[in-house]
């Protein structure tokens, strides 16, 4: 029996040795499409965690530490330069002063490095978004992608809601709260909740923003009704979609 697990282990870190190096060489061949995928979706999976020691490690800070150095080799690779705009100096420069402030003031040294680390990921994640998107046809894309996931969490986590007690996963349960609330791949409901209600405000921006023949969901929808009356609310999906969330 040792035996076998022995060779499972093995074969199980071929594997997975294979999986990283695929995933390195398709997300070079699809730089920056795929890259802002790994990032979002990382972004969207915060349920999933691995506890390393003192350190809780997430899917966006594997991404994050898949990515930068891939940016930096690219970066120095075709000459061009990295792009700090002026939120990122602002990131940068709140990042800094909280460090600093922090370790002035901290009772536990360790829990300090571990909760500024965090921030930093935050800042570095952002400063690699900006420098991913480094055009308007590549900015339009990653719009489109992200309103697309951030209305499949929301219909996940609706999914869920109406499946439970059937399928008991993206639900949350507690004593402190009247009934099941949904969290879908995040990490708690409220957070799910507080994300969702962003999204709708978006989406009613852009509702009353943007011609509906130019809306990334709605617009395609209201463009195919044949009733002019109704187009209308059919471009309103995704709003109508993040407020019964």
């Known amino acids: 029996l040792l035996l076998v697990v022995d060779h499972l282990f093995y074969a199980s870190l071929v594997v997975g040795l294979l999986a990283l190096v695929g995933l390195i060489y398709w997300t070079w061949r699809m730089w920056p499409q795929l890259p802002f995928i790994l990032l979002w979706g990382g972004a969207l999976l915060t349920r999933l965690r691995l506890d390393v020691g003192p350190v809780t490690v997430r899917p966006a800070h594997l991404a994050l ?17 990295f792009y700090l705009t002026l939120p990122g100096f602002f990131a940068v420069s709140w990042w800094l002063l909280l460090v600093l402030a922090a370790f002035a003031h901290a009772p536990n040294y360790m829990d300090t490095l571990r909760n500024q680390v965090r921030l930093g990921m935050m800042v570095a994640i952002y400063l690699l978004v900006v420098n991913l998107l480094r055009d308007e046809r590549t900015w339009q894309w990653a719009w489109r992608a992200f309103l697309v996931m951030a209305a499949g969490e929301a219909a996940f986590g609706l999914l869920a809601r109406l499946l439970y007690p059937h399928i008991a996963f993206g639900v949350q349960v507690m004593r402190s709260l009247p009934v099941p609330v949904p969290y879908g791949t995040l990490e708690e409901g409220n957070i799910f909740g507080s994300s969702n209600a962003a999204w709708s405000l978006l989406f009613l921006t852009l509702l009353f923003s943007t011609p509906l023949r130019k ?27 993040f407020l019964l969330t």
Do not use: D, K
């Open 215 to 241: 809306m990334p969901l709605g617009g395609s929808l209201a463009m195919a009704s044949r009733w002019t009356r109704w187009r209308h609310w059919l471009g309103q999906n995704g709003w109508w979609l």
């Open 65 to 81: 530490l898949l990515l930068a150095p891939m940016l930096v080799w690219r970066l120095y690779r075709r000459r061009e330069r």
